[in-house]
């Protein structure tokens, strides 16, 4: 079974650009959540999608963020415009609708973003 | 509002030896799960380890032992004779509502405890 899948691994833009991170979760999984990781700082949940419907988006800063899951399969993290602080890694996640006990989160291996 | 601590930002281990990596949580929800992960140089995160704040038992998964002392809110993670495979960033989370039926919130994660074991 493919794990979770991010691209790019890394991108490097100018402030004021726009970019785009994709995150293919395992397939079958309904939830799918995005993260991020600003250097020194705690690993911060953005928000939580379960099929194509956004279930919680408290954890995105501002509106320069904008995230999508058409049909219900992958997932698209837009930043517009770019500015420094969104630097980070950005790391996607998925689990099961209903998976048990733990229902554990998956992680990709995340995106790595410096905005200069 | 959850918070998670992990008040080590790096340790050196010898090899074969036991490790503690220290998590304390503060929460007001009865109901909540508590998580370990592992971050290696790759990038990748681990799921580890999970114990639910009515489990009785702590937690094991193999060499991965959870220390659930509910009381100090606390959810050491007890790694047995490290290997140095094992050096890596670990993340302790907790994610609340975990019995509801639900249980597939956003997770709150610490800092993380960089380990490094040395042979």
């Known amino acids: 079974e493919a794990g979770v899948t991010q691209f790019p691994s890394h991108s490097v833009i100018e402030k004021g650009q726009t970019v785009t991170l994709r995150c293919d979760p395992i397939?079958?999984?309904?939830?799918l959540y995005w993260y991020r990781r600003v250097m020194g700082k705690e690993i911060k949940f953005l928000l939580h999608f379960v099929k194509e419907s956004k279930q919680d988006e408290s954890g995105m800063p501002n509106n320069r963020f904008l995230a999508e899951r058409t049909g219900g399969t992958y997932s698209t993290l837009k930043v517009q415009p770019a500015e420094l602080e969104d630097s980070g890694v950005y790391f996607c996640a998925s689990s099961h609708l209903m998976g048990g006990k733990a229902n554990e989160q998956f992680f990709g291996p995340g995106t790595r973003l410096t905005v200069l | 509002a959850q918070k998670i601590t992990q008040t080590q930002p790096g340790m050196f281990v010898q090899e074969k030896e036991a490790v503690t990596l220290d998590c304390t949580y503060d929460t007001s929800d009865q109901s909540y799960g508590l998580f370990w992960y592992k971050q290696p140089s790759s990038g990748e995160m681990i799921f580890l380890i999970y114990?639910?704040?009515?489990?009785?038992q702590n937690a094991t998964e193999g060499r991965y032992s959870l220390n659930f002392q509910k009381a100090r809110k606390s959810a050491n993670l007890v790694i047995s004779a490290s290997q140095l495979g094992d050096s890596a960033m670990y993340f302790c989370?907790?994610?609340?509502?975990?019995?509801?039926?639900?249980?597939?919130?956003?997770?709150?994660f610490g800092k993380g405890t960089h380990l490094i074991i040395q042979p």
């Open positions: 989370a907790m994610r609340e509502d975990m019995y509801s039926g639900g249980g597939a919130d956003g997770l709150t």
């Open positions: 397939s079958g999984h309904d939830n």
């Open positions: 114990q639910g704040s009515y489990d009785e």
